[in-house]
């Protein structure tokens, strides 16, 4: 009877494409062309912009509290843009730069950020999970997605998104199993940004990487620079082409760091350093990717700035038209017996109607 | 005497508990370093240390199982769940193992633990913020349900719940973490779990809350009585499970109309389980049906709307003019 290494199938892998002046691994380098390169660039950019607004707006108590995607721009616009319209998406609650990228309209976020369930609404085509705010529930819902474009037979994929406290809650851990065991087209991306809050990824988990815990339900796992975009797409390629082609799941660990604060009720300063957060400054996704794209005179001092003032532009516009849609709903709270069941029963009507007739009272 | 807010109370029940028995502990997301998410267990770590006061990995079916464990062996866990809308990754070890160690061990083991969560609308929060779904918890046979209304009951119950021999779900309001201040003593104070108490004496009308409501009660009860010149006794019930119903039947007797308020649901919410004790106790005494001013049967809106689902003094003051007008 042997005692002997058991010589695991997997092993897990970092890449890392562009070091942190913009230069790329030419080996490495992978093949985009120009105009998805300044999509992407134009989408970063157009997410970090609008939440720099939407923290403006929220200190002055236009907007409630939200979570800011400021510093992840890369890992989820490199993981998004290998999606097509068929694919799903599925989110956590920070994953507003990839939502974007879907179509989810600016003025949506706005309203929702602001407390109106419209905001909620997913257009018509878009084929996108709502935002999911209990951590990790949303992640079985892109296995049992993924295994229902499997049953199609087309060739499609689901790919959600978590943070790395996410890896923590059993939801995560059930739907790998899931998706290893229904060998379902689904791409995990986690996006560690150290911190569940104020708790470091240290104290998360023992294990050396999230990437590793793929290999305990016989998937591959591999770890990426998460503010490097060339790195976050490529790995994202190969993944979404083991799912198309009917090999199953992947778990994709992008490192990150979430550069402002957690949500807008939230002092970073009570558990990290603020050299710590100029470390990461300096490691910026989209200087970074500017950099990368400057050398290979796609981008320069002009375009960007052009750049900013189309986005300035459409953000503030995008505000105006919150604004007066809020005005338009104020005066229906009923809304929120909407849409709780496919038919409304008989004591909600009743409910439902009781609150409008008050609110005629209350208007004369 | 000093000043406290709700949240700087409980802060003091925790430290005081602390100090005095070593089997405490606090655990759960953010409680360490960070002080949580409301700053109820600010400075505890400094304190107290890592070892007993817990920063755990992001799940709380295992803060609550763990806890479950740790209490069976002795100590004695306060569990947070950083709002009540994530504690249902616990239910099943609240329902399934803490609620049933006692009953199921034939009395060999106990789970002498406390499971604290923020509850409630009001505060402008996001989706899973904003509920009151304490019937949950009231309607599992083994477990304790506490809603204290104000900073110093909050100190006294949290105090009994640590000292509880088995499991208390104890419900923080959000909407009155911060809201006023009561003079809390240093001293230390408990009040027993399962008591109600009367918030206002009247003769006219009762009217039954707890929780956060408590302050809006109390306020459409002085409007009643400045614009109507009717006295409302208030009762706040401070203990959901097991229900505190006798002073409840008792001032029944003395007003004969009833009214209750809350925020949770109003289908199979507490106020119908409050109707059937009273139609059991004080049938006869009854000169009106009983009113419900609740929560609707919806989720609670997006914050825009969140008042209009939440009971206000206006629906309030409405709701007792319909049981006085009968
Ligand atoms: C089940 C659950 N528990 C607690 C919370 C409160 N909460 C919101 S975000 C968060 C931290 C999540 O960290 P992580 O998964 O790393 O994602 P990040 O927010 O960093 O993107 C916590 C504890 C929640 N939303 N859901």
């Known amino acids: ?364 | 005497m000093a000043e406290l807010t709700m949240v700087e109370a409980i802060n003091l029940a925790l430290r005081q508990e602390m100090e005095k028995d070593e089997s405490v502990h606090v655990m759960g997301c953010d409680v360490g370093v960070n002080g949580g998410v409301f700053r109820v267990t600010d400075g505890l770590c400094d304190r107290f240390g890592e070892d007993r006061v817990m920063d755990t990995p992001l799940a709380e079916s295992a803060i609550v199982g763990m806890a479950t464990g740790m209490a069976v062996k002795g100590l004695k866990p306060v569990c947070e769940m950083q709002f009540s809308g994530f504690s249902y990754f616990a239910f099943h070890q609240l329902e399934s193992q803490a609620a049933r160690m006692r009953w199921r061990t034939r009395g060999r083991y106990q789970v002498p633990m406390v499971v604290r969560m923020p509850y409630g609308g009001g505060v402008r929060a996001l989706e899973h913020h904003s509920e009151s779904r304490e019937v949950y918890y009231a309607h599992t046979p083994g477990l304790k349900m506490v809603i204290p209304s104000g900073p110093r009951n909050a100190r006294a119950l949290l105090v009994s719940a640590i000292r509880d021999p088995d499991p208390v779900v104890f419900f923080e309001g959000k909407l009155i973490y911060r809201s006023f201040r009561e003079e809390v003593p240093e001293k230390e104070e408990t009040l027993p779990i399962g008591e109600s108490r009367i918030a206002r004496d009247g003769d006219d009308l009762t009217v039954v809350t707890y929780g956060a409501m408590t302050q809006r009660v109390l306020e459409a009860a002085d409007v009643l009585s400045g614009e109507d010149g009717v006295e409302v006794e208030v009762i706040d019930l401070l203990t959901l499970s097991p229900l505190d119903d006798a002073p409840v039947a008792e001032s029944v007797r003395k007003t004969g109309r009833l009214v209750i308020v809350h925020e949770a649901h109003r289908s199979f919410g507490p106020g119908a389980e409050l109707i059937a004790r009273i139609n059991e106790k004080a049938f006869y005494y009854l000169e009106a049906p009983v009113q419900r001013v609740t929560g609707y049967d919806t989720i609670v809106p997006y914050f825009a709307r969140e008042q209009a689902y939440l009971p206000s003094v206006e629906r309030i003051v409405a709701g007792a003019r319909t049981a006085l007008e009968f």
């Open chain 1, 1 to 364: 009877m042997p005692r002997k290494e058991i010589g695991l199938e997997s092993t897990i892998d970092y890449l890392s494409i562009l070091d942190t002046k913009g230069k790329p691994d030419k080996d490495l380098e992978p093949r985009i062309g120009k105009e998805l390169l300044l999509d992407m660039h134009r989408a970063m950019v157009r997410a970090r912009r609008f939440d720099e607004h939407q923290l403006r707006w929220q200190r002055q108590g236009r907007l409630g509290t939200f979570a800011p995607v400021i510093g992840q721009e890369a890992s989820q616009i490199g993981t998004v843009a290998v999606l097509d319209d068929q694919d799903w998406m599925v989110p956590a609650y920070r994953q507003s730069a990839a939502a974007l990228w879907r179509g989810t309209p600016l003025a949506g976020l706005l309203l929702y950020n602001a407390g109106y369930n419209e905001g909620g609404e997913i257009p018509e085509g878009q084929n996108d999970l709502p935002i999911a705010i209990p951590v990790a529930s949303q992640i079985p819902h892109a296995v049992g997605i993924g295994y229902a474009l499997k049953q199609e037979g087309s060739g499609h994929l689901a790919m959600t998104y978590f943070g790395d406290g996410a890896t923590s809650e059993g939801d995560f851990h059930e739907a790998m199993n899931f998706a290893g065991v229904f060998n379902t087209p689904t791409i995990f991306v986690c996006e560690n940004n150290q911190y569940a809050i104020s708790v470091p990824r240290e104290k998360q988990t023992r294990a050396g990487t999230l990437a590793q815990k793929a290999i305990a339900y016989g998937i591959p796992g591999i770890q990426v620079d998460g503010n490097d975009i060339l790195a976050v797409y490529s790995a994202a390629s190969e993944a979404a082409e083991r799912a198309r082609k009917g090999d199953g799941p992947t778990l994709i660990e992008c490192v990150t760091y979430r550069m402002a604060v957690h949500t807008t009720a939230d002092d970073p300063g009570k558990y990290r350093t603020q050299k710590e957060e100029e470390q990461w400054q300096k490691k910026d996704p989209i200087e970074r990717f500017r950099k990368y794209l400057t050398a290979r005179k796609l981008l320069n001092k002009k375009k960007i700035e052009s750049l900013e003032e189309e986005l300035e532009k459409e953000v503030k516009s995008a505000w105006d038209e919150a604004e007066q849609r809020m005005a338009e709903l104020d005066r229906h709270p009923e809304v929120m017996f909407d849409h709780l069941y496919g038919e409304m029963p008989a004591y909600l009507g009743t409910q439902r109607k009781a609150m409008t007739d008050e609110d005629d009272d209350a208007n004369g």
